[in-house]
């Protein structure tokens, strides 16, 4: 660095600050042959105090370099993503080049390997300069830059722009502490570890630094495979990286200046011959002597399907903690430092293969360059039992800058504010598993029936203790104004029925309804408290991510244990120690015996919904989720070992997608397939039994009891009991021919019981006269619990006609489908051939025959 010549008419001053400086310098120089006499002779005597005013010693320090982000491919690590303060890749002394070696002896300090850090000629010769007698000059030697620049880096890693900026200051103090130091870093270490260290923190050029990152940011080439001419521009460069850096045109003339003086400063010290001397230089410095590669900080420049990931892992790595500190330093300041710092490598849970093949589902069903309305879709996979991120893609590019396109965005549709600047998207029906998980957690049945004919809910209807809310009138509707009478939890999540959930929350505190979706995984997008309110148990309260849905269905495949969602497997520092990465934090959410019941639930829903139900035999739970209008549209489910959320809809806007409404179900099935088939295996719980009873209880059977003594019975029981107008019945008139629901069915109190009377059209001797009881005739077999065909079947092999088989319809649930409920003439009874016999079968919401 040249010195700065002071004006003719401070010539006083420069001489006095001349004399101090070049005495004491003298004393510096002379420190380099006899360090200890000089030292101790001159503190003695000469009265300075600028030893004691000056540091010791000095230390080569590590130098800021590239963060690297693996992920795992046919599971091994690769490279995805390397991010950076400073573009550097630290070499070894054995990996840098001779020519770059040479070129930094004969360009900046010939006597390097003479000199004990500080070179009394050129101290001289600064000397003068500073006066006014010859050209500029500077003092420093190799090892004074290198002290600079370690000063300066270190200064500005801190944050300090004033220890900074002193470092380019003209001072004589400045340039005194660089010799000391200077002295003592000669002392401490080798010529060739201090050339090292210079090559590794010398600038090139903008965020460029190092001998390495130069060679292939200007070149296209590692360091190992410069020519003597390259080697020269790289060091042409470091005088003044501003106006001599070859990424911009206008500084070729200037490198190239020189960089020619460097050449022919190589040869005139026997580096080179005059015949490579004269080829070095017969090149020009132009656009075909540079190679210039665009930069590869960031994640804009990382692995294409993994840049969002890369985004999230980032974030995670400046603002996730560790036993109450930051992963890489207690406080934001100190993490900050240590990325800034580098050289750390991140292992991943990214699944390559895994995330590949998704992204290219989604690129395929929801391009980015529609223009009809701001189309998003994104998809997040979790490993059970872990909540390793495996999957994390969308179908935006990654950009963040502030005029990306519309084809891109910065925003990370999955994740949450934090982690992703995202504001979520409501989740429609989805959030109903949380409702049927309250319901569970609270001792209800799934399979007790329920009204869930529409209504409305006067103001009050619904509780949120933790609010103090006095609910609104609520009008709630189904889908497309489907109708619905009884049906049991499971159904009403086979169907999605937002009357039934009504219903349900109606008998919950909302409260708890959000605290339970909480523990399970799921919390507002934008990291505040939830919106409790009661249209918000079917999802039109706040908005949720991805990350969220999948980390609760996670949680049920997992057997009520939830696990965070972590993305980094490992951290590895430069040194070779390991960096404690966030732990794995998995706890109880909900019971094992809660879980189990959810699993069967949700599994009946996968079953009974053929378009979100992957191939293949391992079981599937799964929930649907639509908006309003259909503006979202979500699948979120789980094997035994991989949950996964589809979300797709609308960015911002209110477009319907009523016409791709089923695009969801594509991405999750194609999803969940190429998932389970890297991840198999896996079973869900046995269904608690108990758990699955609840606090229900089976109904007793009235049949054949009048209608008034039936009533007044079940009365007694605590049931609010109604009685129809009287059916063609078996029984006598006025006598009960069965109840909805069904004699067995489990049900509560609050389960509303309708009675149906028979008025005898059907009853044996009808408008007859009463034959004796023929003691030889047969008896009706039990068909209760058969399957309605086996149940006909065991008519005709018993001698009755099945073709007198009367079959009512019961919605008691989906394990009862098909199967006889009830039948009346009871079992053992007698009966002749051509008689009559009613039986009460299982159907869906739907009623009627569901194809049993």
């Known amino acids: ?33 006899t360090p200890a006499l000089a030292v101790a002779s001159t503190t003695a005597n000469s009265g300075l105090d600028v030893f004691e005013s000056l540091p010791s010693y000095a230390q080569i320090t590590e130098q800021a370099e590239r963060n690297r982000i693996y992920g795992m491919r046919d599971g091994q690590p690769v490279e995805i993503a390397s991010f950076y303060a400073q573009d550097r890749q630290v070499l070894q002394w054995q990996q840098v080049p001779r020519t770059a070696v040479e070129a930094l002896i004969a360009g900046e300090d010939r006597r390097f390997y003479t000199h004990g850090g500080v070179d009394a000629p050129s101290v001289v010769r600064a000397g003068l300069s500073q006066l006014g007698f010859g050209g500029d000059s500077g003092a420093s030697t190799l090892t004074m830059q290198l002290v600079r620049q370690q000063i300066a880096m270190d200064a500005f890693i801190r ?36 050339v090292l260290a210079y090559l590794n923190i010398a600038n090139f050029g903008g965020n460029v630094y190092g001998i390495e990152a130069g060679a292939q940011r200007i070149f296209g ?31 070729f003339a200037r490198n190239q200046e020189r960089r020619d003086f460097i050449i022919s400063s190589m040869a005139a010290e026997g580096y080179i011959t005059a015949e490579q001397r004269d080829e070095a230089l017969a090149i020009p410095v132009d656009e075909a002597f540079v190679n210039i590669q665009p930069p590869n900080n960031g994640c804009i420049a990382g692995y294409d399907s993994a840049r969002f990931f890369c985004d999230y892992v980032q974030r995670v790595l400046q603002t996730d903690q560790v036993d109450g500190h930051h992963i890489l330093g207690a406080t934001p300041e100190d993490n900050a430092a240590a990325l800034f710092q580098g050289g750390y490598q ?56 502030e005029d990306a396109p519309p084809t891109a965005t910065s925003v990370n549709f999955n994740a949450d504010y934090a982690h992703g600047r995202s504001g979520g998207f409501q989740p429609g029906s989805g959030f109903k598993i949380f409702t049927l998980a309250q319901w569970v957690i609270d001792g209800h049945s799934v399979n007790e029936q329920l009204d869930a004919t529409r209504e409305k809910w006067p103001q009050g209807s619904f509780t949120a203790s933790c609010t103090g809310l006095v609910s609104e009138e609520w009008d709630p509707q189904n889908n497309e104004g489907q109708e619905y009478t009884r049906m049991t939890p499971t159904e009403i999540m086979v169907n999605s029925v937002n009357t039934g959930i009504a219903r349900m929350a109606s008998e919950m505190d909302l409260c708890d309804i959000h605290d339970t979706a909480e523990r399970m995984g799921t919390t507002p997008a934008n990291g505040g408290d939830w919106e409790i309110f009661a249209p918000a148990v079917i999802g039109s309260g706040s908005n949720v991510t991805p990350m969220g849905m999948a980390e609760a269905f996670a949680t049920i495949a997992n057997g009520g244990i939830h696990c965070e969602p972590t993305a980094i497997d490992r951290i590895v520092a430069r040194d070779g120690s390991e960096v404690q990465p966030p732990a794995q934090q998995c706890q109880q959410a909900i019971t094992p015996e809660v879980a189990s019941v959810l699993q069967l639930t949700l599994e009946t829903v996968t079953q009974r919904n053929p378009l979100n139900n992957p191939a293949g035999a391992t079981p599937v739970i799964s929930k649907t989720g639509t908006s309003n209008g259909v503006v979202q549209t979500w699948v979120n489910g789980a094997s035994p070992t991989i949950a996964t ?23 999750f099935r194609g999803a969940m397939e190429e998932a389970m088939a890297r991840y198999p295996g896996g079973e869900f719980l046995t269904p608690d039994a108990e758990t699955v009873r609840g606090s229900a209880s089976e109904l007793p059977n009235v049949a054949g009891q009048s209608a008034a003594d039936a009533q007044a019975s079940l009365e007694a029981l605590g049931f609010t009991v109604q009685v129809a107008n009287p059916i063609d019945g078996l029984q006598a008139e006025g006598l009960v021919e069965y109840t909805a629901p069904g004699a067995g069915s489990l049900v509560t109190t609050a389960t509303p019981i309708i009675i149906y009377p028979s008025n005898g059209a059907l009853a044996a001797g009808a408008g007859e006269t009463e034959a004796p009881a023929d003691p030889n005739a047969q008896t009706w077999p039990n068909l209760v619990a058969q399957s309605l065909t086996d149940a006909r079947a065991t008519l005709s092999g018993a001698g009755f006609d099945p073709a007198n088989l009367q079959v009512s319809w019961q919605d008691y649930g989906e394990e009862f489908l098909c199967q006889v409920l009830a039948q009346n003439p009871e079992p053992e009874t007698a009966g002749a051939p051509g008689d009559p016999i009613s039986v009460v079968v299982g159907t869906n919401a739907s009623g009627g025959d569901p194809g049993c």
Do not use: C
Not at 2 to 19: D, N
Not at 356 to 377: K, L, Y
């Open 1 to 33: 660095m040249a010195a700065t010549r002071h004006k003719p008419g401070s010539l006083l001053g420069s001489l006095l600050g001349l004399i101090g400086f070049s005495a004491i310098a003298g004393i510096l120089v002379s420190a380099t042959l």
């Open 346 to 401: 991140i292992y991943t849970s990214i699944d390559l293969n895994l995330n590949d093949a998704v992204q290219a589902m989604v690129d395929a069903n929801v391009p980015n360059d529609e223009t009809r309305w701001q189309s998003g879709a994104a998809v997040t996979q979790l490993e059970v039992g872990t909540g390793r991120i495996l999957t994390m893609v969308q179908n935006k590019d990654y950009s963040p800058t």
């Open 645 to 667: 959320s589809v979300w797709v809809g609308n960015i911002v806007g209110n477009y319907s997608l009523q016409p791709r409404w089923n695009i969801r179900s594509t991405l």
């Open 159 to 194: 944050g300090d722009q004033e220890t900074y900026e002193q470092q380019y200051e003209a001072s004589y103090q400045r340039k005194l502490a660089e010799m000391r130091l200077a002295i003592g870093l000669e002392q401490r270490y080798t010529k060739n570890e201090i």
């Open 221 to 251: 080439k590692p360091a190992s495979e410069l020519s003597i001419g390259e080697s020269a521009a790289l060091i042409a460069t470091v005088q003044n990286p501003s106006t001599r850096n070859l990424f911009s045109a206008d500084n």
